[in-house]
């Protein structure tokens, strides 16, 4: 492992410390004022639910791609050195987040802007269940809902699990991904094997796993007639998605697999490439990392990819 990557892991873990001590103070809060009913959407608190006549996405339609080209901030909001999301005010990114999204915009491809909100991040220690993942607390996610709405942008769910499996991280989540504005997406780098540790261990996600998450999130859109859910899986290694050729493609989902790394643009570049190559077809992403990246590549320099990503994810 370089040294690159250790120090990345290092910054990534030391956030994660802070975030546990800022949601065990939060949870306390929470319960010392009477539980979460307005936090769930029962009171002031809480995003308010879409109704049948909202069963469109933010920009308009039913169909993600082609339709639209999703340019996304990934992060938290406890800690800047969890992603571009969580610097500043939920509105505030979403200002810096338009700015960005206008560099993608094209005639014949408007953009939709998404939060990419980590849902379960992955922590160094075990927590009660020895599961080395925590969750984010639902008053959070309602916030970043809101102002998502407010920013015409979806909102996508991020999955860190540690030790824990992906689907029951996932059916923790069916209250917010009931919704037409709701997304996911599996971050494998962060599951790992019984007696491994996330960040120290490298992590992965088989096909018939991901093809479990799917077959139970589609089943939303197709029993609510919701619109389009985008559906992504990161990846930066080969061996992080275990019989690829096997995921299965769902009706109403736009499963996305992320080329994800840091590096410089030739590395990039290069994994991207074969990434896309593969005989087995997906919708495209490509993830950049603001403070990770040697020489940032520049919108046109993104769009020139080929083919040219229908997702660009900023960390």
């Not at 009913?37 to 996405?57: I, K, N, R």
């Not at 088989?206 to 197709?222: G, M």
Request: charged share 25%; hydrophobic share 45%.
């Amino acid at each position: 492992m370089s040294e690159t990557v250790q120090t990345y892991r290092r910054r990534r873990l030391t956030a994660v410390v802070v975030l546990v001590c800022l949601v065990l103070a939060f949870v306390l809060a929470l319960r010392a004022c009477g539980g979460n009913e307005a936090v769930l959407g029962l009171g002031a608190g809480g995003a308010q639910p879409a109704t049948a006549s909202d069963a469109a996405l933010p920009g308009g339609g039913r169909r993600i791609f082609p339709d639209y080209r999703v340019v996304a901030f990934y992060g938290a909001p406890q800690d800047k050195q969890l992603g571009a999301l969580g610097i500043g005010k939920p509105d505030e990114a979403a200002a810096r987040l338009r700015k960005v999204a206008r560099a993608y915009e094209r005639k014949t491809r408007p953009v939709l802007p998404a939060f990419e909100l980590i849902a379960t991040i992955a922590a160094d220690a075990p927590g009660e269940d020895g599961m080395y993942r925590m969750h984010q607390p639902d008053e959070v996610i309602a916030r970043y809902l809101r102002a998502a709405r407010r920013a015409k942008a979806l909102l996508i769910l991020d999955i860190q699990p540690g030790r824990a499996d992906f689907l029951s991280e996932t059916r923790r989540l069916e209250r917010w991904l009931r919704e037409p504005d709701v997304g996911i997406a599996l971050d494998p780098e962060w599951h790992v094997k019984a007696g491994e540790v996330p960040g120290q261990a490298l992590g992965s996600v088989t096909a018939a796993e991901i093809n479990a998450v799917s077959a139970y999130v589609s089943s939303f859109v197709s029993d609510h007639d919701l619109p389009d859910k985008l559906f992504v899986v990161h990846q930066f290694t080969s061996s992080m998605i275990e019989n690829k050729d096997a995921v299965q493609q769902r009706l109403g989902l736009a499963l996305t697999m992320n080329v994800d790394g840091f590096g410089d643009r030739a590395n990039k570049v290069s994994k991207y490439d074969l990434f896309t190559s593969e005989l087995t077809r997906f919708h495209n992403g490509f993830k950049l990392f603001y403070e990770e990246d040697t020489n940032l590549m520049s919108p046109r320099q993104v769009l020139a990819l080929r083919p040219p990503p229908d997702l660009v994810v900023y960390e």
